[in-house]
């Protein structure tokens, strides 16, 4: 299957920098990517789409001065969390969709961030 | 708004046992799609099976069947011959647009 490659898998930082995510589409191109953040032991939260050559739309209640995302090719999104504080501190996984409705998507890793 | 609901926060079962897990949503769409995903420790996402809405027929993967009741809104996901590595956390989706819309998930343990 397709692979989508998230990188870090693990970041620390301290509270008040700010630490970015990629998220790559390793053998197909991706004009649409998702931003999830997920609490432990609960439901993927949707934050954000990310579309290729234009701005994201973001989903209610998600700040889009703190989490920025940049969809720069056809192939990777990154989400820069500025400013961080512990309690942005979480699990955040990335998706690509190969193909339209219907189509499976694939999933990166994930990122645990930690705010200390 | 699109809902996804899973009731069963936790399921067990015994290796080698079926197991169901349930899950119900909610559209005003007439042609959609339903997934179940599963998430182990690992926390990599894995896409176990889909439905397009407009097919009766009901989807198969191996040892993961779904049984989808489009009138009732119910999408419940079958596992036989339960292993241990189906031990996970497992996740309905319905699309909504272009995004899938998650269910609170369930929690397979797998006895051995």
């Known amino acids: 299957g397709a692979v989508v490659s998230q990188h870090p898998s693990r970041v620390i930082c301290k509270s008040g920098t700010s630490v970015k995510i990629e998220c790559r589409s390793l053998d197909f191109q991706a004009t649409t990517m998702f931003w999830y953040r997920q609490f432990p032991k609960q439901s993927l939260m949707l934050m954000a789409t990310s579309n290729e050559g234009s701005k994201a739309t973001y989903e209610q209640g998600v700040e889009k001065d703190k989490f920025l995302i940049n969809h720069a090719s056809l192939t990777l999104s990154t989400l820069t969390v500025t400013s961080a504080h512990p309690e942005d501190s979480s699990f955040y996984i990335c998706?690509?969709?190969?193909?339209?409705?219907?189509?499976?998507?694939?999933f990166g890793q994930g990122t645990r961030l930690t705010v200390v | 708004a699109q809902t996804v609901t899973q009731s069963q926060p936790e399921m067990s079962v015994q290796e080698a046992e079926t197991v169901t897990l349930s899950c119900t949503y909610d559209?005003?769409?007439?042609?959609?799609?339903l997934f179940w995903y599963k998430q182990p420790p690992s926390r990599q996402m894995i896409l176990v099976i889909r439905q397009e809405a407009y097919k009766q027929q009901n989807a198969t993967e191996n040892r993961f069947s779904v049984n989808f009741q489009k009138a009732a809104k119910s999408f419940s996901l079958k596992i036989s011959d339960s292993q241990l590595g189906d031990a996970a956390m497992y996740f309905c989706?319905?699309?909504?647009?272009?995004?899938?819309?998650f269910g609170a998930g369930t929690i397979l343990r797998v006895k051995s």
């Open positions: 998706s690509a969709r190969r193909g339209d409705r219907g189509a499976e998507a694939f």
């Open positions: 989706a319905s699309e909504y647009g272009n995004k899938l819309v």
């Open positions: 559209t005003s769409e007439s042609d959609y799609y």
